[in-house]
């Protein structure tokens, strides 16, 4: 029986990333649970079951008929406040993976976007327009698009690993 993804996550970052030290600051996948915030906790559930699943029924015409192994979205645990994205495979899985200072990063933009007030003059917003809902979605497309991002380095085949290490998508956010 093939182990989970979340499973081969953990253990592909902690026994093969880390081996390169440019990724000495991640931990391995990010344990949802040890999120302090329940609010965050629960959003972060959410997103990632939202994300997988509309991963799960992406089919290769999306992909421009390239074949691929089955996405999985997940978050990954870093020390110093690491902000980044990565697409890597893994055993049988394609992975696209944020630490939470990315996710954190994201929520912090969208917040300030959605309280501006020459955002709101741009998208013709009424001053009834709720700003929690405009973070919200802010969030929602901005994160979106870093998955997509994420996504066509698998289409590209980017992450097909061409030497012993570990090839993974090397981009950092700032």
């Known amino acids: 029986m093939p182990l989970p993804a979340e499973t081969v996550l953990d253990r592909w970052v902690r026994d093969e990333l880390r081996k390169d030290s440019k990724f000495s600051a991640y931990i391995g996948k990010l344990d949802l649970e040890t999120v302090e915030r329940p609010a965050l ?3 972060l559930y959410l997103v990632q079951a939202s994300m997988n699943e509309a ?9 421009g008929g390239v074949e691929h192994l089955p996405f999985h979205f997940d978050y990954l645990a870093v020390s ?5 994205a990565h697409a890597f495979q ?31 003059q741009a998208l013709s917003l009424g001053s009834e327009t709720q700003s929690d809902d405009l973070q919200e979605l802010l969030f929602h497309l ?9 996504y066509t380095h698998h289409v590209h085949r980017h992450c097909v690993e ?7 998508s090397d981009q950092a956010i700032s």
Request: charged share 15%.
């Open 90 to 120: 893994a055993e049988d899985f394609a992975f696209i993976v944020v630490t939470l200072p990315v996710v954190e990063l994201l929520w912090a933009l969208s917040s300030a976007l959605s309280r501006s007030p020459l955002v709101a």
């Open 41 to 43: 906790r629960s959003y």
């Open 162 to 168: 061409v030497y012993s290490g570990p090839q993974i």
């Open 80 to 84: 110093g406040g690491v902000a980044n």
């Open 142 to 150: 901005q994160l979106d698009f870093l998955v997509s991002h994420e």
């Open 55 to 63: 991963l799960r029924l992406e089919g290769v015409n999306a992909s």
